[in-house]
């Protein structure tokens, strides 16, 4: 039997279990730690609550989660309770899956008045995440800036446009929900600091937009380059633009809303006494690499809120090799070290939809039988992480603990939702009590 310790139970975690289960059948022993009593990480608190056609993929993780050999760890934090160094000494393997949940900081004068946020707390906030459920971001404002032009903006755009019904069938939270049905917020821009043939949004979110009950999308027709230019797109970035295009030809709406692409637009400064008032930005031009760079125009843009959607990083852990300007763990195809692997986000940085994971886990997968094979091992394992944890007064959570969380959790959803999520550590214990 070989020990292996996964930290972290997103996307990238369950697939490398599943991996690992794949290689070694019975003959491994898996623990899915994580710091949350809940399992799924970006499926439960970043994908989108009105996309839950992508959520849907956590039944697969629940059949891993459900294996006699695959034990779920949860309410444990790597760092806290017990060190990487404890956890080397017990398993075969430690595996961080940490993923990337902290926002690259958006290093301008401003960015750090109130009402500016990162993706990663707002996000966190719709979907009732307990370190952000508390945020209670700006809404009493006409005017948002959006900073980004990745998928992620899209989503934050999106949710700031639906109406109440439109969100019929999500399992946004309750707490943001009724933020967002009172919300002022009429004008937001989407700025994305190069052009339309630049940006990072996948075709099916950005036509999402120009079917929202109280929103409409526009793109001013100046900002897209000659038509016979989309020729050089790949596939799917040409239906994205082929989406600007039809946004900025679009007959004028009575819409209550605006969700204003603003191209070339590079935020330099942030500025209002005591909280955001405004966004100044710096016309760009385009670079022959395709970099942008100011013009020296600039103007500014009304605004009270500011969510800035620039890319996530992976916050480093004590004595793990870390790769500063890229924000991930420093490896080597998944390997920092002897016995020390990682996956995810955490190997490859922020990019990449749900499934990008599943390849990365199957090759650290690969790369633990061929070192380890499947002779005994001689670590404590399983048994000596729970004495540990035991002595220290740690409280894990099983995953048959989460689904009584989880049926809590769909008990107390409003009509139509799937679930109303708890939004604190303490309510999720006392579910497992009952
Ligand atoms: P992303 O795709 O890397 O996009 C980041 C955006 O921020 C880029 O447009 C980038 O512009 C811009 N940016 C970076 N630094 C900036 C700065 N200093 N000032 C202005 N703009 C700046 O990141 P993301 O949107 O956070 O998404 C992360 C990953 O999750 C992506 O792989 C995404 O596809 C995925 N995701 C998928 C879905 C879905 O499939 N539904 C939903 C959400 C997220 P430049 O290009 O100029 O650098």
Known sequence: MRHVAIIGSGPAGFYTAEALQKHYGEDVAIDLIDRLPVPYGLIRSGVAPDHQS?????????????????????????????????????????ILATGAPDDRLLAIPGSDLPGVVGSAAFVGWYNGHPDFAALAPRLDTPGAAVIGNGNVALDVARILSKTTGEFAGSDISDHALNSLARSDIRDIHILGRRGPHQIAMTPKELGELGHLGEAAPHVRPEDLPPLEDDALLEPGMRKSVTHLRDFAAAAPTAKRKAIHFDFFAMPVAIEGDDKVERVIVERTTLTEDLRSVGTGETHAIPCGLVVTCIGYQTPPIEGVPFEHGRGRFAN????????????????????????????????????????????????????????????????????QDWQKIEAAEVDRARAGSPREKFTSIPEMLAAIAG
Do not use: H, M
């Open 332 to 399: 080597a195809e998944g390997v920092i070290g002897e016995g020390l692997y990682c996956v995810g986000w955490a190997r490859r940085g922020p990019t990449g939809t749900i499934g990008t994971n599943r390849p990365d886990g199957f090759e650290v997968a690969e790369k633990i039988f061929a070192t380890f094979g499947t002779a005994n091992s001689g670590k404590g394992g399983p048994g000596a992480l729970d004495g540990l944890l035991a002595a220290r007064g740690a409280r894990p959570v099983t995953f």
């Open 54 to 94: 992508i959520k849907a993929v956590y039944r697969r993780y629940e059949k891993v989660g459900l294996s006699p050999n695959v034990r779920f760890v949860g309410n444990v934090t790597v760092g806290g309770d017990v060190s990487i160094a404890e956890l080397q000494a017990l398993y075969d393997a430690v």
